[in-house]
Nanobody, 120 residues
Framework: QLQVAESGGGSVLSGGSLRLSCTASGGTLDDYAIGWFRQAPGKERDGVGCLFPRDGGTGLSHFAKGRFTISKDKTQNVVYLEMNSLKPEDTAVYFC?????????????WGEGTLVTVSL
């Protein structure tokens, strides 16, 4: 069974950058849509973006456009979320998930999340 795990979170100053990794085991990420989500304290989980299966195209939420990028390293079976120009409001636990489509309800495999803290 596919398992995914996030890594790369940490603390960064406003304007800084982080690269999160979503590493898969038990299967290949090529077969799945890979979504990135985040949940800030006291708030609901939001979609950040998604990498579509097969064609490798990506989609990003409005707050991520121009600052975040999703990419995949097929050889390492890893999907990355590159985050630049980080703001304090980006502080959240970031999750990756794999599923049959980029629809939230289709995400079947979830990681445990990695914390990103952005301070002034």
């Amino acid at each position: 069974q596919l398992q995914v795990a996030e890594s790369g979170g940490g603390s960064v100053l406003s304007g800084g950058s982080l690269r999160l990794s979503c590493t898969a085991s038990g299967g290949t990420l090529d077969d799945y849509a890979i979504g990135w989500f985040r949940q800030a304290p006291g708030k609901e989980r939001d979609g950040v973006g998604c990498l579509f299966p097969r064609d490798g195209g990506t989609g990003l939420s409005h707050f991520a456009k121009g600052r975040f990028t999703i990419s995949k390293d097929k050889t390492q079976n890893v999907v990355y979320l590159e985050m630049n120009s980080l703001k304090p409001e980006d502080t959240a636990v970031y999750f990756c998930a794999a599923g049959s489509s980029c629809n939230y309800l289709a995400m079947a495999y979830w990681g445990e999340g990695t914390l990103v803290t952005v301070s002034l």
